[in-house]
Protein backbone atom coordinates (compact mmCIF):
# COMPACT_ATOMS: atom_id res chain seq x y z
CA UNK A 1 0.00 0.00 0.00
CA UNK A 2 1.31 3.53 -1.41
CA UNK A 3 1.88 5.77 1.83
CA UNK A 4 0.24 9.29 2.37
CA UNK A 5 1.78 10.69 5.23
CA UNK A 6 5.09 11.30 6.36
CA UNK A 7 4.66 9.89 10.32
CA UNK A 8 7.92 10.98 10.86
CA UNK A 9 7.83 14.24 10.02
CA UNK A 10 4.17 14.45 11.79
CA UNK A 11 5.68 13.34 15.24
CA UNK A 12 8.02 16.22 14.58
CA UNK A 13 5.72 18.61 14.30
CA UNK A 14 3.87 17.51 17.30
CA UNK A 15 7.07 17.15 19.15
CA UNK A 16 7.47 21.04 17.90
CA UNK A 17 4.36 22.14 19.02
CA UNK A 18 5.35 20.35 22.78
CA UNK A 19 8.37 22.16 23.25
CA UNK A 20 6.44 25.64 22.53
CA UNK A 21 3.03 25.58 24.22
CA UNK A 22 0.96 28.29 22.99
CA UNK A 23 -1.93 28.59 25.53
CA UNK A 24 -5.40 27.65 23.54
CA UNK A 25 -4.04 26.14 21.28
CA UNK A 26 -5.37 22.43 22.57
CA UNK A 27 -9.57 23.43 22.19
CA UNK A 28 -9.76 20.84 19.31
CA UNK A 29 -8.23 18.16 21.87
CA UNK A 30 -10.10 19.86 24.59
CA UNK A 31 -13.41 20.13 22.60
CA UNK A 32 -12.93 16.16 21.53
CA UNK A 33 -12.56 14.92 25.49
CA UNK A 34 -15.58 16.76 26.26
CA UNK A 35 -17.23 14.82 23.37
CA UNK A 36 -15.79 11.31 24.61
CA UNK A 37 -17.08 11.96 28.31
CA UNK A 38 -20.29 12.16 26.85
CA UNK A 39 -20.32 9.88 25.03
CA UNK A 40 -18.75 7.28 27.68
CA UNK A 41 -21.03 8.22 30.22
CA UNK A 42 -23.81 7.09 27.72
CA UNK A 43 -22.49 3.88 28.00
CA UNK A 44 -23.99 2.08 31.15
CA UNK A 45 -21.28 -0.31 31.88
CA UNK A 46 -17.72 -0.33 33.41
CA UNK A 47 -14.39 -1.60 32.10
CA UNK A 48 -11.61 -3.26 33.55
CA UNK A 49 -8.31 -2.60 31.55
CA UNK A 50 -8.49 0.29 28.56
CA UNK A 51 -6.31 1.97 26.76
CA UNK A 52 -5.68 5.31 25.26
CA UNK A 53 -3.99 5.39 21.43
CA UNK A 54 -1.72 8.01 20.24
CA UNK A 55 -3.76 10.97 21.93
CA UNK A 56 -0.94 13.16 22.05
CA UNK A 57 -2.19 14.59 25.43
CA UNK A 58 -3.50 12.83 28.69
CA UNK A 59 -6.77 14.43 28.11
CA UNK A 60 -8.20 10.93 26.79
CA UNK A 61 -6.93 9.09 30.18
CA UNK A 62 -8.20 11.45 32.22
CA UNK A 63 -11.61 11.55 30.74
CA UNK A 64 -11.55 7.76 31.64
CA UNK A 65 -10.19 8.69 34.85
CA UNK A 66 -12.74 10.99 35.86
CA UNK A 67 -16.06 8.70 34.37
CA UNK A 68 -15.45 6.16 37.54
CA UNK A 69 -16.14 3.27 35.14
CA UNK A 70 -12.80 2.45 34.12
CA UNK A 71 -9.97 0.25 36.79
CA UNK A 72 -6.72 0.48 34.71
CA UNK A 73 -5.61 2.93 32.25
CA UNK A 74 -2.55 2.59 29.80
CA UNK A 75 -1.51 5.73 27.64
CA UNK A 76 0.17 4.69 24.29
CA UNK A 77 2.12 7.06 22.41
CA UNK A 78 4.22 6.93 19.52
CA UNK A 79 6.86 9.04 20.93
CA UNK A 80 8.41 9.66 24.72
CA UNK A 81 7.71 13.28 24.59
CA UNK A 82 4.12 12.91 24.62
CA UNK A 83 3.54 11.34 28.21
CA UNK A 84 5.51 14.03 29.61
CA UNK A 85 7.04 11.57 32.18
CA UNK A 86 4.03 9.74 33.01
CA UNK A 87 3.60 6.30 32.60
CA UNK A 88 3.07 4.46 29.74
CA UNK A 89 3.96 2.41 26.51
CA UNK A 90 5.94 4.50 23.92
CA UNK A 91 5.25 2.43 19.89
CA UNK A 92 5.85 2.94 16.39
CA UNK A 93 2.53 4.60 14.79
CA UNK A 94 0.03 2.43 13.96
CA UNK A 95 1.25 -0.19 16.29
CA UNK A 96 -0.93 -1.89 19.06
CA UNK A 97 1.12 -3.20 21.50
CA UNK A 98 -0.94 -5.47 23.85
CA UNK A 99 -1.92 -9.43 23.14
CA UNK A 100 -5.17 -10.59 21.81
CA UNK A 101 -8.58 -10.25 23.94
CA UNK A 102 -6.78 -8.45 27.02
CA UNK A 103 -8.77 -4.77 26.55
CA UNK A 104 -11.91 -4.23 27.12
CA UNK A 105 -12.07 -0.88 26.34
CA UNK A 106 -9.93 1.06 23.36
CA UNK A 107 -10.00 4.78 22.74
CA UNK A 108 -7.99 6.72 20.00
CA UNK A 109 -8.49 10.64 19.83
CA UNK A 110 -7.25 12.90 16.69
CA UNK A 111 -4.22 10.68 15.41
CA UNK A 112 -6.34 8.24 13.11
CA UNK A 113 -6.66 10.71 10.23
CA UNK A 114 -2.64 10.60 10.16
CA UNK A 115 -1.77 6.88 9.96
CA UNK A 116 -1.00 5.25 6.88
CA UNK A 117 -2.89 1.85 7.05
CA UNK A 118 -6.49 3.47 9.09
CA UNK A 119 -8.01 -0.29 8.01
CA UNK A 120 -4.98 -2.25 9.94
CA UNK A 121 -4.82 -0.04 12.40
CA UNK A 122 -8.57 -0.81 13.65
CA UNK A 123 -7.92 -4.80 13.03
CA UNK A 124 -5.36 -4.40 15.59
CA UNK A 125 -8.23 -2.82 18.09
CA UNK A 126 -10.47 -5.83 17.23
CA UNK A 127 -7.77 -8.08 18.29
CA UNK A 128 -6.76 -6.63 21.48
CA UNK A 129 -10.31 -6.27 22.64
CA UNK A 130 -11.62 -8.79 24.57
CA UNK A 131 -15.33 -9.84 23.45
CA UNK A 132 -17.95 -7.07 23.66
CA UNK A 133 -14.83 -4.70 24.06
CA UNK A 134 -15.57 -1.14 22.91
CA UNK A 135 -13.71 0.91 20.51
CA UNK A 136 -14.17 4.73 20.68
CA UNK A 137 -12.28 7.01 18.14
CA UNK A 138 -12.32 10.25 16.65
CA UNK A 139 -11.01 11.53 13.64
CA UNK A 140 -10.62 14.32 11.82
CA UNK A 141 -12.93 14.20 8.68
CA UNK A 142 -13.95 15.31 5.21
CA UNK A 143 -14.96 19.49 5.55
CA UNK A 144 -11.96 19.61 8.14
CA UNK A 145 -10.27 22.80 6.65
CA UNK A 146 -11.99 22.79 3.40
CA UNK A 147 -12.22 26.65 3.16
CA UNK A 148 -8.11 26.70 4.00
CA UNK A 149 -7.59 24.10 0.93
CA UNK A 150 -9.77 26.21 -1.64
CA UNK A 151 -8.22 28.86 -0.77
CA UNK A 152 -4.72 27.76 -1.09
CA UNK A 153 -5.62 26.15 -4.01
CA UNK A 154 -6.89 28.83 -5.65
CA UNK A 155 -4.14 31.12 -5.15
CA UNK A 156 -1.62 28.46 -6.33
CA UNK A 157 -3.30 28.13 -9.34
CA UNK A 158 -4.10 31.78 -10.41
CA UNK A 159 0.17 32.64 -9.25
CA UNK A 160 1.49 29.56 -10.29
CA UNK A 161 -0.95 28.08 -12.90
CA UNK A 162 -1.20 24.73 -11.17
CA UNK A 163 -1.22 23.63 -7.32
CA UNK A 164 -0.02 20.46 -5.23
CA UNK A 165 -1.72 19.42 -2.23
CA UNK A 166 -0.86 21.27 1.25
CA UNK A 167 -3.86 19.57 3.14
CA UNK A 168 -4.62 16.48 4.17
CA UNK A 169 -6.48 13.87 2.17
CA UNK A 170 -9.82 13.13 5.44
CA UNK A 171 -12.27 10.50 5.91
CA UNK A 172 -15.74 10.72 5.10
CA UNK A 173 -18.24 9.50 7.50
CA UNK A 174 -19.91 6.99 5.31
CA UNK A 175 -16.45 5.36 4.93
CA UNK A 176 -15.92 5.33 8.40
CA UNK A 177 -18.62 3.30 9.30
CA UNK A 178 -17.45 0.55 6.47
CA UNK A 179 -14.30 0.68 7.40
CA UNK A 180 -15.81 -0.46 11.37
CA UNK A 181 -16.96 -3.03 9.62
CA UNK A 182 -14.11 -3.99 7.72
CA UNK A 183 -12.30 -4.32 10.93
CA UNK A 184 -14.77 -7.14 12.25
CA UNK A 185 -16.12 -4.82 14.81
CA UNK A 186 -20.13 -5.07 15.08
CA UNK A 187 -22.76 -2.56 16.10
CA UNK A 188 -20.55 -0.20 14.09
CA UNK A 189 -21.84 3.86 14.33
CA UNK A 190 -20.21 6.22 12.91
CA UNK A 191 -21.38 10.17 12.79
CA UNK A 192 -20.07 13.68 12.77
CA UNK A 193 -20.01 16.80 14.26
CA UNK A 194 -18.60 19.85 13.03
CA UNK A 195 -16.63 22.99 14.81
CA UNK A 196 -16.54 25.81 13.45
CA UNK A 197 -13.48 28.42 14.79
CA UNK A 198 -13.18 32.06 13.73
CA UNK A 199 -10.36 34.08 13.37
CA UNK A 200 -8.73 37.13 11.88
CA UNK A 201 -7.23 36.30 9.37
CA UNK A 202 -5.71 32.84 7.37
CA UNK A 203 -2.52 34.25 9.20
CA UNK A 204 -4.32 33.52 12.81
CA UNK A 205 -5.41 30.00 12.01
CA UNK A 206 -2.14 28.82 10.25
CA UNK A 207 -0.57 29.88 13.65
CA UNK A 208 -3.43 27.69 15.51
CA UNK A 209 -1.82 24.75 13.34
CA UNK A 210 1.17 24.84 13.89
CA UNK A 211 0.27 25.25 17.48
CA UNK A 212 -1.56 21.98 17.34
CA UNK A 213 1.55 20.50 15.38
CA UNK A 214 -1.01 20.12 12.19
CA UNK A 215 0.95 21.69 9.40
CA UNK A 216 1.21 18.98 6.56
CA UNK A 217 2.94 16.02 6.87
CA UNK A 218 2.22 14.46 3.86
CA UNK A 219 4.58 12.65 1.57
CA UNK A 220 3.53 14.28 -1.94
CA UNK A 221 3.02 17.69 -0.57
CA UNK A 222 3.47 21.07 -2.52
CA UNK A 223 7.32 21.21 -3.15
CA UNK A 224 6.85 24.76 -4.29
CA UNK A 225 7.81 26.96 -1.35
CA UNK A 226 5.02 28.53 0.27
CA UNK A 227 6.20 32.14 -0.35
CA UNK A 228 4.98 35.60 1.04
CA UNK A 229 3.25 36.51 -2.22
CA UNK A 230 1.00 32.66 -2.07
CA UNK A 231 -0.17 33.36 1.29
CA UNK A 232 -0.79 37.04 0.97
CA UNK A 233 -2.87 35.93 -2.14
CA UNK A 234 -4.30 33.17 -0.17
CA UNK A 235 -5.76 35.44 2.57
CA UNK A 236 -7.48 37.46 0.18
CA UNK A 237 -9.17 34.93 -1.16
CA UNK A 238 -10.00 33.29 2.12
CA UNK A 239 -11.64 36.84 3.30
CA UNK A 240 -13.73 37.18 0.11
CA UNK A 241 -14.98 33.95 0.46
CA UNK A 242 -15.44 32.76 3.82
CA UNK A 243 -15.89 36.14 6.34
CA UNK A 244 -18.78 37.13 8.57
CA UNK A 245 -20.42 40.72 8.04
CA UNK A 246 -17.63 41.56 10.90
CA UNK A 247 -14.38 40.31 8.14
CA UNK A 248 -13.29 37.47 10.57
CA UNK A 249 -13.13 34.07 8.61
CA UNK A 250 -14.55 31.02 9.49
CA UNK A 251 -12.69 27.56 9.41
CA UNK A 252 -14.25 23.61 10.02
CA UNK A 253 -13.29 21.37 11.73
CA UNK A 254 -15.25 18.16 10.97
CA UNK A 255 -14.94 15.55 13.68
CA UNK A 256 -15.87 11.62 12.38
CA UNK A 257 -16.99 9.48 15.32
CA UNK A 258 -16.33 5.77 15.44
CA UNK A 259 -17.46 3.69 17.66
CA UNK A 260 -18.05 -0.57 17.45
CA UNK A 261 -17.85 -3.92 20.04
CA UNK A 262 -15.65 -6.87 19.31
CA UNK A 263 -18.33 -9.72 18.28
CA UNK A 264 -19.77 -11.44 21.56
CA UNK A 265 -23.25 -13.51 21.67
CA UNK A 266 -24.64 -11.74 23.82
CA UNK A 267 -25.43 -8.80 21.76
CA UNK A 268 -28.30 -8.47 19.77
CA UNK A 269 -28.60 -9.58 16.47
CA UNK A 270 -30.21 -7.95 13.85
CA UNK A 271 -33.45 -10.30 12.29
CA UNK A 272 -33.09 -12.52 9.58
CA UNK A 273 -34.45 -11.30 6.36
CA UNK A 274 -38.13 -13.16 6.39
CA UNK A 275 -38.45 -14.32 9.86
CA UNK A 276 -40.86 -10.86 11.16
CA UNK A 277 -44.09 -12.14 12.65
CA UNK A 278 -45.80 -9.23 11.32
CA UNK A 279 -45.71 -7.96 7.94
CA UNK A 280 -45.70 -4.41 7.28
CA UNK A 281 -49.03 -4.29 4.94
CA UNK A 282 -50.63 -5.65 8.07
CA UNK A 283 -49.69 -2.83 9.95
CA UNK A 284 -50.11 0.06 7.93
CA UNK A 285 -53.74 -1.35 7.36
CA UNK A 286 -54.22 -1.44 11.33
CA UNK A 287 -52.84 2.31 11.64
CA UNK A 288 -55.05 3.81 8.49
CA UNK A 289 -58.37 5.66 9.56
CA UNK A 290 -61.49 3.57 11.25
Same mark, same amino acid.
Given at each position: ?14 RRALARPVEG ?6 ? !? ?23 ? !? ?83 ? !?? !? ?11 ? @? ?37 ? @? ?94
Amino acid at each position: MQSLIDTELWLAHKRRALARPVEGADFLMRR !TADDLADRLGAVERRFGKAATLFCQ !TPAAAEVLAASGKVTEIVRVEADGTFLAGAAGIVTPPETVPFEAESLDLVVSLLSLQAMNDIPGVLAQIRRVLKPDGLFLGALAG !TG !TLAELRESLLAAE @TELYGGAGPRVLPFTDVRDAGALLQRAGLALPVADVETV @TVRYDSLFDLAADLRAMGETSPLIDRSRRPGTRRLFARAAEIYAERFSDPDGRVRASFSIVWMSGWAPDASQQKPLKPGSAKVSLKSVLEDSGPS
